[in-house]
């Protein structure tokens, strides 16, 4: 209650000695837009009358590495309005043309290139900007900025047309931005905060801007230019009706005694709606969407690793308009809703206001059980229904308050949450948030027993050491009788200057609090952050900018008992090869597994480990086709199958190789081992292969394979049995076709092996082979 008194405080304050001002501001840049009557064909080529009427502007200051000086190369830009349509023509030119880089790429895949584009923010008022960038070869980027989390997503893709072109002086692209994309208020003239942006890579990567930003100043949309015209801007009946059709043909068996396939087809037919109810309302609706994933995840080594993994989400309808539900916590991860049958969603902006909705229903219940010790993925079969609710006010650029409910429920099971959150920015080098979240949770009676590795799991006895039971954390953490409840509160402090920042955060979440339709991982637990560090910018040196950085952390459950103590140092160095260099040490005590497994008690109940290691991360591009990374870390790291301290050794190599224009090859290796007293307990590897081949701006052939390979030494193991051996191996081949981002064709195979000390060699026990045709129909 004192939290929430407190947030209520600050809001009546803030509220008052706060006052209306915009974002973006004409001082830093200014574009008045004309409106022209007849659009443009987007060909790469400039010789449409309209061009000659369009406000034309230049990129004439260097951001980065240099410090608003004068752009090394000229960039001219010339934009337009019609009653839909936004308009951009950029002539990059180049003293070195034949140094452009420029490869033909997948959607959002040219990062590293040559790339033009501008940014908008649409309300001017410094929470959201939408980003879009081309290369030379036309290959599209789009993203979103949100100030709130200080964080961009790319997994956001438009409906827009660009085409690129080279020249014998450099480059030149031509975009078009239909205004059913964007979220504004309608008006007879538009304020827009806008930024026109080039990425000049050579030795170093030079960003280009058409304003100046401020480094002393820790907001980055609230230097944005101002773009006004767009007069009566529409955007149309915004109607999007995508129907699809998914077909696959999954072959599965039993390993060990081998049994026959067996096999399943599967056709369906699926439709999403897209409606711009009004240009600031967006209405989202899915019935029987196929949200199988046609990019495979990345490859992750799950070894002596007590907490969840957890995966990004990439499937279109939950993407649309999803920073609107963001909040300093990750109370939604839409990943916990694996296959609805349907879903709808509502996204609005108003003036102050932000609203967004969403609701779907799953075939089963899927959930994390956190602790502060591990958490692991709870699944009940049974179908739930998942909701999440988000309104946020803006008063100005620098105060928002925001509010947060999310429902899961299923029979025998629910969770609810509520939230409220603010953000507070009253100088431009200080940022306050606050954020206090209440639940209430169920489980069903009989689910801590999925979680038991013990013969008899009705009852946990009073005491069950390491030797006597298999019983573990997620045990004690789901055997509740009746609904429960508790909170969690959050608060931070950021101070930046150009040269120098400053920091802290404090979060304590209770024992009973649960988030199940977001990704937290951890409860019971409480932890306090300190930490600062220095930019140092150098001039005609090799590395452009030097920072020294470090932070103090303590940690305890909520009985207050110390669970983990740490602090670390690090340097990192960023400059020429466009390479970026860190290195950092760390020392740390933490307590490992219980040994009492009945009782979630830290303090008499586990033992602590004092860590030192150390670790190195380095990236550069010697070359324009090839692009390396390398990541080390070497020092203790508790074992916590066995409650004892060993080394660690981790690799990770990393190379991308542009073969040619269209081909590109990204190699990953992970290496892992831990030593212990009486020898190597584990060593662990993973490759990661994937091979691109871009055909056309279309369309592309892509083969993936993931291989994990991990040895163990059985009699190191003191309180399990492992296996000596374990393998899997999974493969992907698929052919796309993508009109847009919706309007898909794609065609692939998948296959999955598996080998461990019962299985002698790599054995096949799934294939798949599957296709997915889309249209978008634009209304």
Same mark, same amino acid.
């Given at each position: 209650?004192?939290?929430?008194?407190?947030?209520?405080?600050?809001?009546?304050?803030?509220?008052?000695?706060?006052?209306?001002?915009?974002?973006?501001?004409?001082?830093?840049?200014?574009?008045?837009?004309?409106?022209?009557?007849?659009?443009?064909?987007?060909?790469?080529?400039?010789?449409?009358?309209?061009?000659?009427?369009?406000?034309?502007?230049?990129?004439? @200051?260097?951001?980065?590495?240099?410090?608003?000086?004068?752009?090394?190369?000229?960039?001219?830009?010339?934009?337009?309005?019609?009653?839909?349509?936004?308009?951009?023509?950029?002539?990059?030119?180049?003293?070195?043309?034949?140094?452009?880089?420029?490869?033909?790429?997948?959607?959002?895949?040219?990062?590293?290139?040559?790339?033009?584009?501008?940014?908008?923010?649409?309300?001017?008022?410094?929470?959201?900007?939408?980003?879009?960038?081309?290369?030379?070869?036309?290959?599209?980027?789009?993203?979103?900025?949100?100030?709130?989390?200080?964080?961009?997503?790319?997994?956001?893709?438009?409906?827009?047309?660009?085409?690129? =072109?080279?020249?014998?002086?450099?480059?030149?692209?031509?975009?078009?931005?239909?205004?059913?994309?964007?979220?504004?208020?309608?008006?007879?003239?538009?304020?827009?905060?806008?930024?026109?942006?080039?990425?000049?890579?050579?030795?170093?990567?030079?960003?280009?801007?058409?304003? =100046?930003?401020?480094?002393? %100043?820790?907001?980055?949309?609230?230097?944005?230019?101002?773009?006004?015209?767009?007069?009566?801007?529409?955007?149309?009946?915004?109607?999007?009706?995508?129907?699809?059709?998914?077909?696959?043909?999954?072959?599965?068996?039993?390993?060990?005694?081998?049994?026959?396939?067996?096999?399943?087809?599967?056709?369906?037919?699926?439709?999403?709606?897209?409606?711009?109810?009004?240009?600031?309302?967006?209405?989202?609706?899915?019935?029987?969407?196929?949200?199988?994933?046609?990019?495979?995840?990345?490859?992750?080594?799950?070894?002596?690793?007590?907490?969840?993994?957890?995966?990004?989400?990439?499937?279109?309808? @939950?993407?649309?308009?999803?920073?609107?539900?963001?909040?300093?916590?990750?109370?939604?991860?839409?990943?916990?809703?694996?296959?609805?049958?349907?879903?709808?969603?509502?996204?609005?902006?108003?003036?102050?206001?932000?609203?967004?909705?969403?609701?779907?229903?799953?075939?089963?219940?899927?959930?994390?059980?956190?602790?502060?010790?591990?958490?692991?993925?709870?699944?009940?079969?049974?179908?739930?229904? %998942?909701?999440?609710?988000?309104?946020?006010?803006?008063?100005? =650029?620098?105060?928002?308050?925001?509010?947060?409910?999310?429902?899961?429920?299923?029979?025998?099971?629910?969770?609810?949450?509520?939230?409220?959150?603010?953000?507070?920015?009253?100088?431009?080098?200080?940022?306050?948030?606050?954020?206090?979240?209440?639940?209430?949770?169920?489980?069903?009676?009989?689910? @801590?027993?999925?979680?038991?590795?013990?013969?008899?799991?009705?009852?946990?006895?009073?005491?069950?050491?390491?030797?006597?039971?298999?019983?573990?954390?997620?045990?004690?953490?789901?055997?509740?009788?009746?609904?429960?409840?508790?909170?969690?509160?959050?608060?931070?402090?950021?101070?930046?200057?150009?040269?120098?920042?400053?920091?802290?955060?404090?979060?304590?979440?209770?024992?009973?609090?649960?988030?199940?339709?977001?990704?937290?991982?951890?409860?019971?637990?409480?932890?306090?952050?300190?930490?600062?560090?220095?930019?140092?910018?150098?001039?005609?040196?090799?590395?452009?900018?030097?920072?020294?950085?470090?932070?103090?952390?303590?940690?305890?459950?909520?009985?207050?008992?110390?669970?983990?103590?740490?602090?670390?140092?690090?340097?990192?160095?960023?400059?020429?090869?466009?390479?970026?260099?860190?290195?950092?040490?760390?020392?740390?005590?933490?307590?490992?597994?219980?040994?009492?497994?009945?009782?979630?008690?830290?303090?008499?109940?586990?033992?602590?480990?004092?860590?030192?290691?150390?670790?190195?991360?380095?990236?550069?591009?010697?070359?324009?086709?090839?692009?390396?990374?390398?990541?080390?870390?070497?020092?203790?790291?508790?074992?916590?199958?066995?409650?004892?301290?060993?080394?660690?050794? =981790?690799?990770?190599?990393?190379?991308?190789?542009?073969?040619?224009?269209?081909?590109?090859?990204?190699?990953?290796?992970?290496?892992?081992?831990?030593?212990?007293?009486?020898?190597?307990?584990?060593?662990?590897?993973?490759?990661?292969?994937?091979?691109?081949?871009?055909?056309?701006?279309?369309?592309?052939?892509?083969?993936?394979?993931?291989?994990?390979?991990?040895?163990?030494?059985?009699?190191?193991?003191?309180?399990?049995?492992?296996?000596?051996?374990?393998?899997?191996?999974?493969?992907?081949?698929?052919?796309?076709?993508?009109?847009?981002?919706?309007?898909?064709?794609?065609?692939?195979?998948?296959?999955?092996?598996?080998?461990?000390?019962?299985?002698?060699?790599?054995?096949?026990?799934?294939?798949?082979?599957?296709?997915?045709?889309?249209?978008?129909?634009?209304?």
């Amino acid at each position: 209650m004192a939290v929430k008194k407190l947030i209520y405080v600050l809001c009546l304050i803030f509220s008052v000695i706060s006052s209306n001002t915009v974002a973006g501001h004409r001082d830093n840049f200014h574009v008045d837009i004309p409106t022209l009557s007849q659009s443009i064909t987007v060909d790469g080529e400039f010789d449409e009358p309209q061009w000659q009427q369009a406000a034309q502007v230049s990129l004439a @200051f260097e951001t980065s590495p240099g410090e608003n000086i004068a752009a090394p190369v000229t960039t001219m830009v010339k934009v337009f309005a019609t009653q839909d349509q936004l308009l951009f023509a950029f002539t990059a030119n180049d003293p070195e043309p034949h140094k452009i880089r420029a490869n033909l790429r997948d959607r959002d895949n040219s990062w590293g290139d040559d790339l033009v584009g501008v940014k908008l923010d649409t309300y001017n008022n410094a929470k959201l900007a939408y980003q879009f960038f081309v290369n030379p070869f036309g290959v599209q980027s789009d993203s979103i900025e949100n100030e709130l989390t200080g964080q961009e997503s790319d997994a956001w893709d438009g409906i827009w047309q660009s085409m690129g =072109k080279m020249t014998p002086t450099g480059y030149q692209v031509e975009i078009a931005l239909p205004l059913r994309l964007f979220n504004f208020n309608q008006s007879d003239m538009q304020t827009w905060g806008i930024e026109l942006v080039r990425f000049y890579p050579r030795n170093e990567t030079h960003r280009l801007s058409s304003s =100046k930003i401020d480094r002393n %100043n820790n907001c980055q949309l609230c230097q944005l230019g101002t773009a006004t015209g767009l007069a009566n801007a529409q955007q149309g009946q915004d109607l999007q009706i995508t129907p699809s059709v998914v077909a696959n043909r999954q072959q599965q068996r039993d390993l060990n005694p081998n049994t026959a396939w067996e096999t399943d087809n599967n056709i369906e037919v699926g439709l999403d709606l897209r409606w711009g109810v009004t240009p600031t309302t967006l209405l989202n609706a899915t019935i029987n969407p196929d949200f199988s994933q046609v990019e495979a995840d990345s490859g992750q080594l799950n070894i002596n690793n007590n907490f969840a993994l957890f995966f990004d989400e990439k499937r279109a309808f @939950f993407l649309d308009n999803q920073d609107y539900f963001d909040t300093q916590m990750s109370l939604l991860h839409t990943r916990n809703i694996g296959s609805p049958d349907y879903g709808i969603k509502l996204t609005s902006q108003i003036d102050e206001h932000t609203v967004g909705f969403l609701a779907a229903n799953d075939v089963q219940t899927q959930f994390l059980v956190p602790g502060n010790l591990s958490s692991a993925v709870a699944t009940i079969d049974q179908e739930s229904q %998942n909701i999440a609710s988000r309104y946020r006010y803006d008063l100005n =650029k620098q105060f928002s308050v925001g509010t947060m409910v999310t429902l899961k429920r299923a029979e025998n099971y629910h969770n609810y949450v509520a939230s409220t959150d603010l953000k507070y920015q009253p100088t431009d080098n200080d940022t306050f948030t606050a954020q206090y979240a209440y639940s209430q949770t169920q489980y069903p009676d009989d689910l @801590f027993e999925d979680f038991c590795g013990s013969d008899d799991c009705s009852t946990i006895p009073p005491s069950c050491d390491l030797q006597q039971c298999d019983f573990n954390e997620r045990v004690l953490r789901t055997a509740k009788d009746g609904a429960f409840n508790d909170s969690v509160y959050r608060l931070t402090y950021n101070h930046d200057r150009r040269n120098w920042w400053v920091s802290s955060s404090y979060i304590s979440i209770g024992e009973d609090f649960r988030g199940d339709l977001g990704f937290i991982e951890k409860v019971d637990f409480s932890k306090f952050v300190a930490g600062g560090g220095y930019n140092w910018y150098l001039n005609d040196n090799f590395f452009s900018q030097i920072t020294l950085k470090g932070d103090w952390d303590i940690s305890h459950n909520q009985a207050g008992d110390e669970i983990e103590q740490e602090t670390e140092m690090s340097i990192s160095f960023e400059g020429g090869w466009q390479s970026y260099i860190a290195s950092g040490l760390v020392n740390r005590e933490r307590v490992g597994r219980r040994i009492n497994a009945s009782t979630i008690a830290i303090a008499g109940n586990t033992r602590s480990f004092n860590e030192t290691f150390g670790w190195f991360y380095g990236q550069f591009t010697p070359l324009d086709p090839l692009r390396l990374e390398l990541e080390l870390s070497y020092g203790d790291d508790i074992d916590f199958a066995n409650n004892q301290l060993g080394s660690k050794t =981790k690799i990770i190599p990393e190379v991308q190789w542009k073969l040619t224009e269209s081909i590109a090859l990204d190699l990953s290796h992970r290496y892992q081992s831990l030593n212990v007293d009486n020898g190597r307990l584990y060593t662990a590897n993973l490759t990661d292969v994937r091979l691109n081949w871009q055909l056309s701006l279309r369309s592309f052939i892509r083969l993936s394979s993931v291989y994990t390979h991990i040895e163990r030494d059985p009699s190191l193991y003191i309180y399990q049995h492992r296996q000596a051996k374990y393998q899997d191996l999974g493969n992907e081949l698929l052919y796309g076709y993508k009109l847009n981002p919706q309007s898909v064709f794609y065609l692939g195979y998948s296959d999955a092996f598996v080998a461990d000390d019962t299985i002698d060699t790599l054995t096949q026990h799934d294939k798949t082979y599957f296709m997915k045709l889309s249209y978008a129909w634009l209304l």
